[in-house]
């Protein structure tokens, strides 16, 4: 029996688990009971990520099979190049990802900034809080009612579902998830409507008398003049548009008052240009109810997990957004740990793009579109094969990565780096093992386990921004109210993100089988038998960036005017546009709608 190693799953999940396993057993693994943000399960996706088929194991260069040497001076050669670009994707969430930014500083290359992900809701939290402190998983377990509010959390975040055991569950979300079938209530909503719910579920309180004047005079005193902007909305027509009513409304409210709250927010709220409004409008509904700094209350969303260190590889660069950014105006791209060609929305664009940059540098583990494209492919170590540090969006747990298998395969990110600072003759590069140490130090131990310095117990107790000295900020304003007219106006200047009318809108949530697009790609678009089409028919979907052919997968459980392609669906980002949130630089995925054709 060997001794037991401990190490975290680095996937792009909210779960962040920690797994245990030994020399002799491994591939065996386990989760860990004790932990307080697992159940000791792991899921199916962690196998997947040690007998993946479609591993690159062999550097290559134009084409042609090398050495990793031959592959790395190529790379470093490349880099000579005067406009360079790192563009990192979320293959694998160790703190060490990011130790190639301090290469791209010593030569002057640029960065990105912004996100495909979470940055819009990111923003909406961060105008009304100043600062964006997660709510503890503890905290969770103690509330007595969850909005689980665009969030697929059997499938996205499964280690949640046991802190929502018992708890009266509403669940806000265009289809009827596997959450939504065990909730109290289902509202079924009309996409990119949230912000609108927020608003009428907070002057409702207001009405009835139900918000916590105490809580509101001394954290956030501006709330009359919120309660005064929430009526400037039409109840009656904004209803009608996001297609509830009053009924349900009311029940909802039944659910929350006086109740114990957390609201679980996912990304699907947010993939809209107006996706920060969404998040500052549902805060705000969270202050009027005095949700903040109480216990077993709050909303927890896709958190900050770096808040609160110092981080070693923060450098001042040039950037340019990530979801729409100019690959060909670079010389060099160096590509790592995402697949841009297939995860960016407009990938008609992105192609065009890629295809315009010298030297296309792949650094992964997976064959993909930009795998394919590259001129140079740099095959990755996997989270097994090297030294890291896990933090986690979803909770404020931190776990060391411990190298678990030692390979010939591929080349770490420090190792990476360090060739790159040899080969250009630059110093300043410490070990790989001072830099974890320099993570590690700055945890605190809770529970017997390391936690990020940024956790709080009750987070905002005292109130908000940096210091907590700092109000809390209402929403004042929103660029998109299609029903008051004086606010149209900037809208219907912006037009150009507007959704064409095109019939059904585009859901992209993730899917279960695979970890964005690694490890399983889909071809099927599931649409509502209303709509008329056959299972197993093929159909064009067509939007006005682009189209292509999906496999009909007929589902009941969607909203008839919405259609879902997962985002591992090859394809998909072929119908989505190339803008950015209007806070946030974020992708706006669902910021579309589709024609469905016959082929
Ligand atoms: N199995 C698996 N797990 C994953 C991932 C994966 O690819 N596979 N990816 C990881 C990553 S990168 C992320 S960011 C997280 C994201 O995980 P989640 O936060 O769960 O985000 P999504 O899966 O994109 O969508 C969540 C839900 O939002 C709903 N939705 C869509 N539009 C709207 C809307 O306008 N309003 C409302 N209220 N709901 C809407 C969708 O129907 C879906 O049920 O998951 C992580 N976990
Ligand atoms: N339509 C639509 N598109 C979406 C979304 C959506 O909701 N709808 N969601 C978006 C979201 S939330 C996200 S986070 C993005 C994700 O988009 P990306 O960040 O592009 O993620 P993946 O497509 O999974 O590509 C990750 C790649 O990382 C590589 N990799 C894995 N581990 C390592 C490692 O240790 N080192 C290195 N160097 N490489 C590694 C693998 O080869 C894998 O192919 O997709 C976005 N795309
Ligand atoms: S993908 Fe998520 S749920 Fe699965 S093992 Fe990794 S962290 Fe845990
Ligand atoms: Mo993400």
């Not at 969270?286 to 903040?292: K, N, P, Y």
């Not at 590069?429 to 001072?434: D, F, I, P, V």
């Not at 660029?479 to 507007?498: A, E, H, L, M, V």
């Amino acid at each position: 029996m060997s001794e037991p190693i401990h190490t975290a799953c680095g996937l792009d999940c909210y779960d962040a688990c920690r797994i245990v396993t030994d020399e002799i057993h491994f591939p065996k693994m386990h989760g860990d009971k004790e932990h307080p943000a697992g159940n000791g399960a792991l899921c199916a996706l962690i196998n997947k990520s040690i007998h993946e088929a479609g591993r690159i194991t062999q550097p290559r260069v134009d084409g042609k099979a090398v050495s990793m040497e031959e592959a790395m001076a190529a790379v470093a050669e490349a880099f000579k190049a005067e406009r360079s670009l790192l563009w990192r994707g979320s293959g694998n969430l160790g703190v060490m990802q990011e130790v190639t930014n301090l290469f791209m500083k010593k030569i002057g290359g640029s960065l990105t900034h912004g996100s495909l992900c979470d940055a819009a809701g990111e923003a909406g939290i961060l105008l009304g809080r100043g600062v964006h402190r997660n709510l503890p998983v503890e905290q969770i377990a103690k509330a007595e009612t969850v909005v689980v509010w665009g969030r697929n959390v059997t499938v996205t975040n499964a280690h949640m579902m046991p802190f929502l055991e018992g708890k009266k569950l509403v669940v806000i979300d265009p289809v009827k998830t596997p959450i939504a079938k065990k909730a109290d209530l289902h509202m079924q909503i009309e996409p990119r409507m949230d912000y609108y719910v927020a608003i009428l579920l907070a002057r409702f309180v207001f009405m009835e008398d139900g918000e916590d004047l105490e809580w509101l005079e001394e954290f956030a005193p501006e709330f009359e003049d919120f309660y005064d902007y929430t009526r400037e909305h039409r109840i009656k027509a904004i209803l009608e548009h996001i297609g509830t009513d009053l009924g349900e409304m009311g029940s909802i409210l039944e659910l929350i008052r006086g109740q114990k709250t957390v609201f679980l927010v996912g990304a699907g709220v947010q993939k809209y240009s107006t996706g920060s409004y969404t998040l500052q409008a549902i805060d705000a509904l969270a202050a009027v109810l005095g949700l903040f700094g109480k216990e077993g209350c709050g909303v927890h969303y896709l958190g900050d997990s770096k808040l609160g260190f110092e981080n070693p590889f923060r450098v001042k660069t040039t950037s340019v957004p990530k979801a729409t950014t100019n690959f060909s105006y670079f010389d060099t791209v160096l590509v790592q740990g995402g697949n841009p060609a297939a995860s960016m929305p407009d990938t008609n664009r992105v192609k065009r793009e890629l295809e315009g940059v010298e030297n296309l540098v792949y650094f992964g583990l997976y064959e993909n579109e930009t795998s394919q494209m590259a001129r140079i492919v740099i095959p990755a170590k996997n989270f097994f094969e090297k030294e890291d540090v896990r933090l986690s969006y979803g909770h404020h747990y931190v776990q060391k990565m411990n190298k678990v298998v030692e390979n010939d395969i591929g080349i770490s990110e420090y190792d990476f780096t360090r060739y790159l600072f040899d080969a250009f003759g630059f110093d300043g590069l410490e070990s790989e093992a001072a830099y974890i140490e320099k993570w590690l130090l700055q945890c605190e131990e809770k529970n017997g386990f390391l936690c990020s310095p940024a956790h709080e117990e009750i987070p905002y107790a005292e109130g908000f921004g940096e210091s907590g000295d700092d109000e809390f900020e209402f929403i004042d304003d929103y660029d998109d109210d299609f029903i008051n007219p004086k606010r149209f106006t900037k809208y219907r200047k912006k037009s150009k993100t507007k959704p064409k009318d095109e019939t059904f809108w585009l859901l992209s949530p993730k899917s279960p089988k695979s970890l964005n697009t690694q490890f399983f790609r889909d071809n099927r678009v599931q649409i509502h038998p209303d709509a008329g089409f056959e299972e197993g028919e093929a159909v064009r979907l067509v939007s006005e960036h682009g189209e292509h052919t999906f496999s009909v997968h007929l589902n009941e459980d969607i909203r008839p005017n919405c259609v879902v392609v997962t985002n591992n669906t090859t394809g998909v980002n072929s119908l989505t546009p190339a803008i950015l949130s209007e806070e946030g630089h974020n992708a706006c995925y669902q910021e579309v709608k589709v024609r469905i054709e016959r082929v």
